[in-house]
């Protein structure tokens, strides 16, 4: 059977999309997703997606992280999604839509920046080393100082698979604090198991991490990954996190069909 596809790529973070509205995709078949998102056997992305209908919402988004497994949100993912639903014609410049942690908003503006509402967060485990919070995946956020030659992939591995996180692992950020209302920001992700270029949902947690920690006192903070640039803005209802949005670009790559 011949597929088509699509590629997105939000700040780097790079995916496989297809339109699974009439149901035709072998959603169970792990190792047909791990090998579409191989970059020597496949078509390569960090993730694949699938565009499904929705009763409640515009659509749903069903993702999987490149190892075949459906995974947790992913908010990169989500902003491409938006953008590849309003290129259907799905949706026009505004959408909510459900996903595995729930109902999200999105936007997209005229130079194809998608603003994507995030869920709440109300629990932030912070410790001198660290933090933890969940902002629809469960991220590590940590500060280190020489950010440019850390060794990402084998710290991040060491943590993600250590006693701290368990079996079920965790994400692992690093961060540098460039000035109040920005940050560098370097992500190890579970499931792709390597420092990928961006990650949405550990910008999301970096921002308020940074926040909830003390090293700003700013709601709207940019976040510089590896691929380029992010913003995250969010308002304080005490100690919890409300009306948070991930924004930055989603932009298409490339379309094509393949063997399946």
């Known amino acids: 059977m011949q597929v088509h596809f699509y590629k997105y790529q939000g700040t780097g973070n790079d995916f496989v999309i297809i339109d699974n509205r009439s149901e035709f995709f072998p959603k169970e078949d792990t190792k047909l997703i791990e090998r579409l998102c191989d970059r020597r056997f496949g078509i390569g992305s960090d993730g694949l997606m699938l565009l499904e209908n929705d009763p409640e919402a515009d659509f749903k988004m069903v993702y999987y992280n490149s190892d075949g497994n459906q995974s947790t949100m992913c908010g990169n993912g989500g902003r491409c999604l938006v953008a590849f639903a309003k290129q259907l014609n799905v949706i026009g410049d505004t959408t909510s ?66 006693e701290l996180y ?16 920005t940050f ?21 947690a970096a921002a308020i991490a940074m926040n909830a920690t003390g090293q700003t006192d700013l709601t709207a903070i940019n976040v510089n990954v590896e691929g380029g640039k992010l913003s995250v803005s969010f308002e304080k209802e005490g100690n919890k996190y409300v009306n948070v ?10 379309e094509g069909t393949i063997e399946i």
């Open 97 to 162: 839509f459900n996903a595995v942690d729930g109902l999200h908003h999105a936007s997209v503006d005229k130079d194809g920046i998608v603003s994507l509402q995030m869920i709440d967060v109300d629990e932030i485990k912070i410790n001198p080393d660290y933090s933890f919070l969940n902002t629809g995946s469960p991220h590590h956020v940590q500060i280190v100082e020489d950010l440019e030659r850390y060794n990402v992939k084998e710290n991040g591995a060491a943590i993600r698979y250590g």
């Open 245 to 254: 949005f991930l924004n930055g670009p989603a932009k298409f790559v490339f």
């Open 166 to 181: 368990g079996k079920a692992g965790s994400n692992i950020n690093f961060v540098k604090k460039i000035d109040d209302s």
């Open 184 to 204: 560098a920001l370097r992500t190890y992700e579970r499931g792709v198991e390597d420092e990928t270029l961006a990650c949405g949902t550990g910008a999301t």
